[in-house]
């Protein structure tokens, strides 16, 4: 493990590996780095991979107030230290940060994105005051309810799941990140398209999702892909939300620039 600090003195924790073309992976909600491990380790037969905890959670700080601002700083500190310019890619929630920290106008030298939890459709977004909610329920000590709220009415996940989620071995490493749900939340806002934001990015990008997920992912990466002055859409077929790494890295590193 190795460190940087971010912008407001946040120190950030991420792991290096490979060589090559610098890429930065970037977590989703309810997860650390521990979670791109295994893609950052196949990407790294090509590249030089930068896998970060988001402040927040493992090993990262957790300087407050939360900003997103300060979120892109910390990417924008991983790409210095990457060498000034690097690729970025973001999962879930982690591709809506990755989108912003791009049209943020950081040095990003392509972008990937997989299924940033847009959702296209008004109806089915969650409620404007989500993020206040979450921080009642944390401020009562009640952060098992933000987890389950967050999967029954936000993923949608059936009501037997969720409570064999809650009695299963994870569920207190789920609860330790309990309050990054509230920093994700702010990060999707009412969690309709960014068109605005997406017609600020520059860089070369691939907007994926999977084709065994729900149809509006699908949707929201093409409609984001049309949006950006330089994009793509690609679907993986076969693949939930939920992608295997070894379904993704081979496109990824096409995208990133490895030629077999």
């Keep these: 493990m190795e460190t940087v600090t971010s912008s407001d003195g946040t ?43 988001r402040r927040g959670r493992g090993d990262s700080g957790d300087t407050l107030p ?7 700083e910390d990417i924008g500190a991983l790409i210095g230290e990457a060498g ?15 989108l ?30 989500l993020a206040e ?29 969720v409570a064999q989620a809650r009695r299963g071995p994870y569920w207190q490493d789920q609860e330790a990140l309990a309050h990054t749900l509230v920093y994700d939340t702010i990060i999707m ?9 997406a017609a600020a990015v520059e860089a070369p990008t691939l907007a994926l999702a999977g084709g065994e997920s729900f149809p509006f992912m699908r949707e929201a990466a093409r409609k984001l892909a ?11 077929e076969g693949q939930t ?3 295997a790494p070894e379904a993704l890295a081979p496109v990824l590193g096409e995208f990133f620039g490895y030629r077999a």
Excluded at 136 to 147: C, H, L, N, P, Q
Aim: with cysteine; hydrophobic share 45%; charged share 25%.
């Design 100 to 129: 912003e920290a791009a049209a943020s106008g950081l040095a990003v030298d392509k972008l990937a994105l997989w299924e940033p939890p847009f959702d296209p459709d008004e109806g089915r977004r969650p409620p404007r005051d």
């Design 66 to 72: 939360y900003a997103v601002e300060r979120e892109v």
């Design 241 to 243: 939300h939920a992608v």
């Design 189 to 197: 806002g009412d969690y309709s398209l960014p068109m605005e934001r």
């Design 84 to 98: 000034g310019s690097a690729s970025v890619f973001g999962v879930s929630s982690g591709a809506a940060l990755a």
């Design 11 to 53: 120190r950030i924790a991420f792991d290096r590996f490979g060589e090559g073309a610098p890429i930065v992976l970037v977590c989703g909600q309810s997860t650390d780095r521990s979670s791109n491990s295994p893609l950052a380790a196949l990407l790294a037969e090509h590249f030089a991979v930068f896998n970060y905890d």
């Design 133 to 161: 909610r979450y921080e009642r329920m944390i401020a009562e000590g009640r952060r098992g309810d933000v987890i389950e709220y967050f999967m029954a009415n936000v993923v949608g996940l059936p009501p037997e799941f």
């Design 226 to 236: 049309e949006a950006m002055p330089d994009a793509r859409a690609r679907f993986l």
